[in-house]
């Protein structure tokens, strides 16, 4: 079945820091991939996507890059603010599980100024 | 455009009790689907409806239920409520089939 791994937080920064958030995955078929944000109190959000190999999401100064050969997905942002304090999902979904998201245990980033 | 909404945000209920959640989704959606969040178990697939079917099942037991509207609006049941259940359910739908776009979520409070 289709699994994903993420770096256990949690995360602590200072604002204009660099983040980077490790996420690998297992897959069954071919993936399309997504990182989701929470911020407290609310739902998620979607942040970024990618849908083939190579393809690299970017929002907000995030990005991903879609990397097959090493199944991951690592999230990235060069100047964080206190403003990006969430919790950061990667997750995956696929035809053969019929689109179902299967989610990694979250990451927990808190920056401070 | 409108995002997903549910209703109610947050519901407190005691053991035994039933609730039902609803979740309108985007405009043009057909398709939501239902997950419950837990510090523990995280993020869990329940089900997903498509134009009033229900296409897919996860792991839980027959004490949750839902269905889909004409509209596509989705409701979601939970029948003889336990401590268990305390949970934020987060309803999402999606127009093509692999990006899901979430609600605010409900959050289930069971005593």
């Known amino acids: 079945g289709n699994s994903v791994t993420q770096m256990e937080g949690p995360v602590t920064l200072s604002e204009e820091a660099f983040l980077t958030i490790n996420c690998t995955y297992t897959?069954?078929?071919?993936?399309?991939l997504f990182w989701y944000v929470q911020y407290p109190g609310e739902g998620l959000q979607l942040l970024l996507k990618a849908t083939k190999a190579d393809d690299k999401g970017s929002n907000k100064g995030f990005e991903a890059t879609y990397r097959k050969e090493t199944t991951s997905f690592h999230l990235e942002k060069g100047s964080v603010q206190v403003s990006d304090s969430a919790v950061y999902f990667c997750a995956l979904s696929d035809l053969q599980n019929d689109y179902k998201l299967s989610f990694g245990a979250g990451t927990t980033v808190t920056v401070r100024a | 455009k409108a995002g997903v909404t549910q209703t109610p945000r947050y519901l407190i209920k005691t053991r035994g009790q039933q609730v039902t959640l609803s979740c309108s989704p985007i405009s043009g959606h057909r398709s939501v689907s239902w997950y419950q969040q837990t510090p523990g178990q995280g993020l869990q697939f329940l089900f997903e409806y498509f134009s009033e079917t229900q296409r897919n099942k996860g792991n839980f037991p027959g004490r949750f239920s839902g269905r889909q509207f004409s509209n596509s609006r989705s409701e979601m049941n939970v029948s003889t409520l336990e401590l268990g259940d305390s949970a934020l359910y987060l309803c999402?739908?999606?127009?093509?089939?692999?990006?899901?776009?979430f609600g605010p979520g409900t959050r289930l409070t069971v005593l």
């Open positions: 999402a739908s999606s127009l093509a089939l692999d990006t899901q776009y």
């Open positions: 897959a069954t078929g071919y993936p399309s």
